[in-house]
């Protein structure tokens, strides 16, 4: 088996390496003596003509190699990395350089810098990566630019918007340990990189393809052909990309294999007129692949499909026979050994999990339908619907595990629509060669390319909204994908083993009912408990309320402060979508800045949001964004809480209490939300279990106990400044009620509460 698979039980050896790094997080130095010493032994052994001894250890040595390259990128960083020198109080000059292309998203460009040294109170050399947020699009900072710039290194939180995505972490795994937020390109020196290199190069090339999508195409078009040839989404509307995710097909706006493969096949088309030699018409292919691979972003479905390629083209060359489980294996071990981090990369995962299953499931499916395979019916239909059943099933664990559902229709769809954008990337290489000859041909092109987009769209919207069955799991442990796998393993070795067959069988039907009743309990569970997610907010917290057996969500803002971005793109959307909230049934809004108020106008209404409750003291400022904006609130009902006379909320969870904030009833426990916190007016005059505030909380003398006494028992705030006195509250000596428990946000990151019904 070695010597069939070498590269597979290479790859295995660096897999488990990398995981032994992550899961122990320890210093770098002991796995790189140890692998020194393995290495020492294996060449020992091997002059001593001990090879089955020495391939082990060898691979022992890889093993401890990559475990070391692996935490000295993510963990062991040393006294003069940035993340243990920066102190987010102090304003430092900072000097770097670009060191990725610069990710633009619809209100801000993102741009990671490796920074050279820092100046606060005297020069530093430091080590590290930090992420810096610009609040405004631009493409004038481009990879390998010096950069010079005054700011905060802020560290990056713990937790982003779901409680289920460590931030942290991902940022750690890409090499960014602080974020500085700047307001402008104009604040930023900029030291401008060799434009004649091979980066600059290909972004001027990728720009021109942009420019002549944007000049032959619709916008709509040309948004969705830059997302198909080149995997750039920037352009693409929020709720195409929603129907993309809900339809199953989103993996097309990702370049994949199928991309590089059809690349391949038009510049083989090309060429095939031109008298060039075999080694002449392969070395123009691999430079073709590793320019679009560039071109692509270096995404990890490209790099793999890329790396498979040029090995397959240079296997043809040399004439050897090759195994494309090593070829597969062997792009696995260049990426990991370049990038450890990769193996935890969604894209990484994803990619390699569906090449091996469609060498290893599609042949067998395939040997069944063997007296039909010549057929047109067979290779136009069946086998098209083959390759997206294997893809659906060999990903489907990876994506309930990362992503919590698995869209039901994605077979469907995917038989629909895979082969119109098939044709579509074909067409969108004619039509960029058609502008590069005659610019006039190429919008004739373009035109016609327009209606296969339109086609699309249309369909994409019609498989892809919100009646579109998902199934929805939550809270998946690491081993259900491995079961999933296992079984999948399973039933394609027992195709042609009837025993065996009955036995997987039987197994699978074992296991499905264990699920079954595991979900039946889960949905029981869940439909007597009342979540809501808490998350902080610029300004204030937000909570989103999911009642048990409603579609949609409510939504309790406290504060919110306005940005030199649209809070509500950039923080309030990513927010809700990451806690699985859709559509919005009730929005209440306690206090929010007036230049904040349009954001939220755009959220209610992206939202759907059925009902908006504000506070009396905004209902002037509501009315004037409004007025001044143009925005059309006819779906939108807006009503008042709070003072005299106040409008009835929507149902019985809802009263408000007097002016001081709103109190959310569930049964026997009432959630009071307020701006600011005052034990006096606001607990007292309903009594509240538990306490949402959006304003910095400073505790004076008293009123933990005061708050106590009034039957509080959690308190959730922004940002908690701790009391002057710490013995404020001492329950051993008064024999008053333990304290409530004090969940600080700006620390802690979101909170999740569950309330069980009467």
Not at 350 to 358: H, M, N, P
Not at 377 to 386: G, S
């Amino acid at each position: 088996m070695i010597r069939r698979f070498p590269s597979v039980f290479v790859l295995v050896f660096i897999i488990v390496g990398i995981v032994l790094a992550d899961q122990s997080r320890v210093a770098s130095w002991p796995f790189l003596l140890l692998s020194l010493v393995l290495f020492a032994a294996a060449l020992y052994l091997l002059a001593r003509r001990s090879g089955r001894i020495a391939v082990p250890l060898f691979g022992g040595a890889l093993l401890f190699f990559s475990a070391f390259h692996f935490s000295l990128r993510c963990y062991d960083l040393g006294p003069n990395h940035l993340a243990a020198v920066a102190d987010p109080a102090l304003r430092y000059r900072i000097f770097g350089h670009v060191s990725d292309w610069p990710d633009l998203k619809p209100d801000r460009t993102e741009i990671k810098v490796d920074v050279d040294s820092i100046i606060a109170n005297r020069a530093q050399r430091v080590h590290g990566a930090i992420l810096l947020r610009l609040a405004d699009t631009t493409t004038r900072l481009q990879r390998g630019d010096g950069v010079d710039f005054f700011g905060r290194i802020y560290p990056v939180k713990g937790r982003g918007f779901s409680s289920t995505f460590d931030y942290q972490r991902c940022l750690s795994l890409k090499g960014v340990f602080g974020i500085v937020y700047l307001p402008t390109l104009l604040d930023v020196r900029v030291d401008r990189a060799n434009r004649y290199a091979v980066i600059p190069v290909v972004d001027g090339l990728r720009r021109a393809m942009r420019t002549a999508m944007y000049d032959d195409l619709s916008p709509a078009g040309a948004a969705l052909a830059a997302g198909f040839l080149i995997g750039e989404t920037r352009d693409i509307p929020t709720n195409v990309y929603r129907h993309f995710r809900d339809s199953g097909t989103l993996h097309l706006l990702a370049v994949s294999g199928s991309n590089v493969a059809l690349v391949i096949l038009f510049l083989a088309f090309i060429l095939r007129p031109l008298a060039l030699s075999p080694g002449k018409r392969a070395l123009v292919l691999m430079t073709a692949v590793a320019l679009f691979a560039m071109l692509s972003y270096g995404e990890p479905s490209v790099m793999r499909a890329s790396l498979m390629a040029g090995l397959v083209i240079l296997a043809g060359q040399v004439q050897r026979r090759y195994d494309l489980n090593n070829i597969i294996a062997v792009a696995a071990v260049i990426i990991l050994l370049v990038d450890p981090a990769q193996l935890f990369d969604v894209g990484f995962q994803l990619s390699f999990v569906i090449a091996w299953g469609l060498i290893f499931v599609l042949p067998r499916l395939a040997a069944l339908f063997r007296p039909v395979q010549n057929r047109r019916w067979y290779r136009w239909l069946v086998f098209p619907l083959l390759v997206s059943l294997v893809a659906q099933l060999c990903s489907a664990g990876l994506i309930a595990y990362h992503f919590g559902r698995i869209p039901l229709i994605s077979p469907v769809a995917n038989l629909i629509i895979v082969p119109l954008v098939s044709a579509a990337v074909v067409g969108i290489l004619v039509m960029l060669a058609a502008h590069l000859v005659l610019p006039l041909l190429g919008s004739l092109v373009g035109s016609w390319l327009d209606l296969l987009l339109d086609l699309i769209l249309v369909l994409i919207d019609t498989l892809g909204g919100e009646h579109v069955p998902v199934a929805r799991m939550a809270n998946l442990s690491a081993w259900i994908p491995l079961i999933a796998y296992f079984f999948l393993f399973a039933a394609v070795v027992a195709v042609n083993r009837r025993r065996l067959r009955r036995l997987v069988l039987a197994s699978l039907l074992v296991m499905l009912n264990i699920v079954l009743a595991a979900a039946i309990y889960t949905t029981l569970s869940r439909e007597n408990r009342t979540r809501v997610d808490i998350f902080p907010i610029p300004g204030g917290v937000a909570a989103a309320v999911h009642h048990p057996g409603r579609d949609r969500t409510d939504l309790v803002i406290t504060d919110i402060a306005s940005r030199p971005y649209p809070v509500d793109s950039r923080v309030l959307d990513p927010c809700l979508t990451g806690l699985g909230v859709g559509d919005l049934d009730a929005v209440f809004v306690l206090a929010a800045q007036f230049n904040a108020i349009d954001d939220l106008l755009r959220l209610f209404r992206e939202r759907s949001a059925r009902h908006l409750y504000i506070d009396h003291r905004l209902k002037s400022s509501f009315g004037d964004v409004i007025a001044q904006t143009g925005m059309d609130t006819a779906g939108l009902p807006v009503a008042t809480f709070g003072g005299q006379p106040a409008d009835s909320p929507p149902s019985r969870w809802y009263y408000a209490a007097g002016s001081d904030g709103l109190v959310l009833h569930l049964d026997r426990t009432n959630l009071l939300f307020c701006s600011c916190l005052d034990p006096d007016r606001a607990v007292s005059s309903v009594p509240a279990d538990i306490v949402v505030t959006g304003s910095l909380w400073r505790v004076p003398p008293g009123e933990l106990a005061a708050l106590s006494s009034l039957g509080v028992r959690q308190i959730f705030c922004s940002k908690f400044a701790h009391p002057t006195q710490p013995t404020d509250f001492d329950a051993r000596t008064s024999g008053q009620a333990v304290p409530p428990a004090i969940h600080d946000l700006s620390l802690l990151g979101p909170a999740t509460v569950k309330i069980p019904r009467e």
